[in-house]
Every structure is written in structure tokens, then in C-alpha cells.
């Protein structure tokens, strides 16, 4: 019964709590951490790969990972936007692992048969010079310009995501567009 009573206590403590016995190793705070962030980190992780298979793979590295780092986290009670920072990285990470493949196959499928092999080169460069473009943005204008741009997330939703307020939100998509543009200029 006060098992009970204690586990109840701990899934309705905050962040700060939670995360602060966590990192004193304490299993069934880290428990309440999976739990609680699970479903929003697989949701950013689908609209970041849009593989269910890698989905999970990603979200559980993710948590193996903060298990072993928690001594980085500054403040226990920042652990939402930390977490998101590192499942992000592992996002990104694979998706530059399988960029080269997902990028000759979208362009096999995507170009009409009768499309010369000069069209078919272009376009490819053209997704190359994005994903390079993307790399040279700082961290925090890329996840807001992948959210935005590529999940369809809102203002609202980019801010709830990323643990920032929407005026940080429209001021770091603003300057990732402003870069990509010119950026992506020759292009157009």
C-alpha cells in the first residue's frame, strides 16, 4: 500500500522531482520520466523519419542515453527540453545516416519516366545542397525549420516542442528562413 501510495506520488511530482531522483539512480523515477515523454518524443520522431520502425529504435537510445549522461543535466527540472535535445540529435543523426539511400529512391520514384538523366542529377544535387545548407544552420533555427518547414508543426506546437516561448519560436524560424533562402538562392 505505501509502494503504492509513493509510485502515485512520484507520477503526479514535477519534472523537478522526478528528474532530480533520477539522476540519483533512482529506477522507478526514471520509469516515470519514459513514461511521461515517450509519447510526445515518438510523435517528433515520425514526423522528423516518417519510419515506425525507426521510430521506437531512436526513441529507446534516447533514453539509454540520458540514463548515462544525467550528470550533464544541469537542471532537473529543464529535463523535458533536454530529452527533446538529444532525441532531436539522434533524429538528425539517422537521417543523415540514410540520406544518400532515402535520396536516390525519392528521386527514382519521383521523376517521370521520361525525365533526362541531367534533370535527375540536378534535383539530386539540389536535395544535397539543402541537407548541407540545414547542417551549416545553428541547432536551434534547424530543429525550428525541420519542425516547421517538414513536420507541419505550428507556431504553438514548435514552442510547446522545443520548450520555448512562440515569439523564440517565430524569431529562430524567421532567421532559418532568411539563411536558407539566400542560401538556396541559385536553386530557385
Known sequence: MAGERFRSALEQADDRIVAGRAMDGDVAAFAVLVRRYTPMMRAYTQRMLNASA??????????????????????????????????SRKAVDRIRALRPTLDVDDMEQAAPAHAAPARVVEARAGIEALGAALQELPAAQRECWVLREMGGYSYDEIATELDISVSTARGLLARARKFMIVRMEAWR
Open 54 to 87: 525507426d521510430v521506437d529504435d531512436i526513441v529507446q537510445e534516447t533514453f539509454v542515453t540520458a540514463w548515462q549522461r544525467f550528470s550533464e543535466l544541469d537542471d532537473p527540472a529543464k529535463v523535458k527540453s533536454w530529452l527533446m535535445r538529444i532525441v
